[in-house]
């Protein structure tokens, strides 16, 4: 679905990522313009997005290349999200999503209703006291495919 990368979790592999979320096109090739939001890791590489997110410049090596050293992530906002869940199936593999709005994964809930309903009765004549009972009526799905890119990485070591 050109929406996977193979760019480590390093200012040019979210950098790739990043451009690729922005290029998506739809059917007729154009393209739709999403905006990067939320960068997903697992929980072993929760330090390294934290520094990559966060650091102002970047460190070079004494060179004549006259190259910037300002961290070009810094100024996207990206919100870090750290879903330890990843880790089962791979601790290097990481996410750019674009905003929620933008439909990578849909949540549905009947008549709208986003938390548990709670109905109560009067126990049966027998007991005292009442009964209880709380449900979600709601469905997951994954939608726009486009609305999110996979840096997938060799193990990290």
């Known amino acids: 679905h050109a929406n996977l990368t193979h760019g480590d979790l390093d200012v040019d592999g979210v950098g790739e990522a990043v451009r690729m979320l922005r290029v998506q096109a739809d059917a ?3 393209i ?12 072993a590489r929760e330090a390294e997005a934290r520094v990559l997110l966060s650091s102002m410049a970047l460190a070079r090596d004494l060179s004549t ?6 961290n070009p992530l810094a100024g ?6 750290v879903e330890p869940r990843l880790d089962a199936a791979s601790t290097a593999d990481y996410y750019v999503f674009a905003p929620g709005s933008d439909g990578a994964i849909l ?6 209703v986003m938390g548990p309903r709670v109905e109560s009765q009067e126990a049966p004549f027998d007991r005292l006291g009442m009964q ?22 060799a193990p990290y070591a």
Request: net charge negative.
């Open 32 to 43: 739709i313009g999403f905006r990067p939001a939320t960068l997903v890791v697992p929980a």
């Open 107 to 112: 949540a549905a809930f009947l008549d709208g």
């Open 65 to 70: 290349d006259q190259q910037p050293t300002g």
């Open 28 to 30: 007729d090739g154009r």
């Open 76 to 81: 996207l906002n990206l919100a870090l999200v």
């Open 132 to 153: 209880y009972r709380a449900y979600m009526d709601f469905g997951i799905s994954l939608a726009e495919h486009r609305a999110a890119v996979k840096g997938d990485v």
